[in-house]
Every structure is written in structure tokens, then in C-alpha cells.
């Protein structure tokens, strides 16, 4: 079996992208009380600061600053996506995910970046929170409810008509809606 190397640093700020096995699926919007309740729970056992979230139908993004002396991120997105796949039923699925007791829900593996910079960090929120209108979802990213976005917004961190509209004739490109 490989070995994945990742660096796993104490303190550090990471980028992630956890994304469901069946990418069609859109089981994380339709059961995001129980997705945000699995999360709640692994935080308070195993804690971490959420800096930016985005939770699309077939996958998140998510900003987390780890405590100094942790720097294990495996286990809690262990702990999430077996706790969040305990609520739902499985599907079919192959020999190996029956030996390793994989309901199929979510793809194995997650990509990860550490954050280098204050430059990298803002590249990285942004990028979370333009997703919903990057994948068509909205018009503009102040519709999409699953998202760290509002925070932002509430805190006076960004204006709620960051990002622009979707629909409106810029020039650039087509729009999505």
C-alpha cells in the first residue's frame, strides 16, 4: 500500500478539497444539517479554527488553522466523513470498499495545500468563496448559503456584492445563468 506524504505541520494553515466518491451526487447540500453537525463534533473533540467553508453538492473546500501543538488534519477529516456517511445508506459497492468498510460515499483521499503567506491565504479564501459561481450554482456568490461567505460579509471583511453578478454583460466570457 503507498504511503502518502503530507505535510503534516503543528499550527499550520491548510487548504483542503474533500470530494464525494459519485461526483454527480449532491448529498452533501441535500444533508448539510447533518454534514454541519458531524463537523461541530469532531471540532470539539479534536479542534480547529475554521477560517473560510464552502459546501457544494459533490464537494467542500475548507480553510483550517490547526492548533500549535497538532498538526494531524487526517484523523478529523477521518472522523467527518465517517461520521457524515453513518447517516446515509450505502450504495452498491465493490470488494475493496466491503473490506475496508467504505460505504463508496466519499472519494478516499483529499487534497491538501499548506498555506505559505498572507498572499496564499487570501488567494485561498477567495477561491472558496467564488466557487459556488465558479460551478454555476448561483449568479451571485451572496445566494449561495453554504459558505463561509456570509461571515465575511457580517464581519465587513468583504462587501456583499463581492464577486459581481454572473448575469451581468461585462464583456468578459459568457454568462453562467
Known amino acids: 500500500m503507498p504511503r502518502y506524504r503530507r505535510s503534516l505541520t503543528p499550527g499550520a494553515t491548510y487548504f483542503f478539497t474533500v470530494a ?8 452533501l447540500v441535500e444533508h448539510v444539517d447533518h454534514l454541519r453537525d458531524v463537523y461541530r463534533k469532531v471540532g470539539a473533540r479534536l479542534p480547529f479554527q475554521t477560517l473560510a467553508i ?3 453538492p459533490d464537494h467542500l473546500h475548507a480553510l483550517w488553522q490547526l492548533p500549535p501543538e497538532d ?5 478529523r477529516w477521518s472522523q467527518i466523513k465517517s461520521g457524515f456517511s453513518r447517516g446515509l445508506d450505502a450504495g452498491p459497492r ?6 475496508h468498510r ?5 472519494q478516499r483521499r483529499f487534497w491538501e495545500h499548506r498555506i ?3 498572499q496564499d491565504l487570501e488567494r485561498h479564501v477567495d477561491y472558496i468563496h467564488y466557487n459556488p459561481l465558479k460551478h454555476g450554482l448561483v449568479s451571485r456568490i451572496v445566494d449561495w448559503p453554504h459558505s463561509s461567505f456570509h461571515r465575511y460579509v457580517q464581519q ?10 454572473a448575469t451581468a454583460a461585462d464583456g468578459f466570457g459568457e454568462p453562467l445563468g
Open 20 to 27: 464525494l466518491a459519485d461526483r454527480r451526487s449532491s448529498a
Open 54 to 56: 464552502c459546501i457544494l
Open 71 to 75: 498538526g494531524d488534519f487526517s484523523t
Open 94 to 99: 465493490s470488494p475493496s470498499k466491503l473490506i
Open 102 to 106: 467504505d460505504k463508496g460515499i466519499w
Open 116 to 118: 505559505r503567506d498572507d
Open 156 to 165: 465587513g471583511l468583504l462587501p456583499a456584492d463581492w464577486g459581481g453578478d
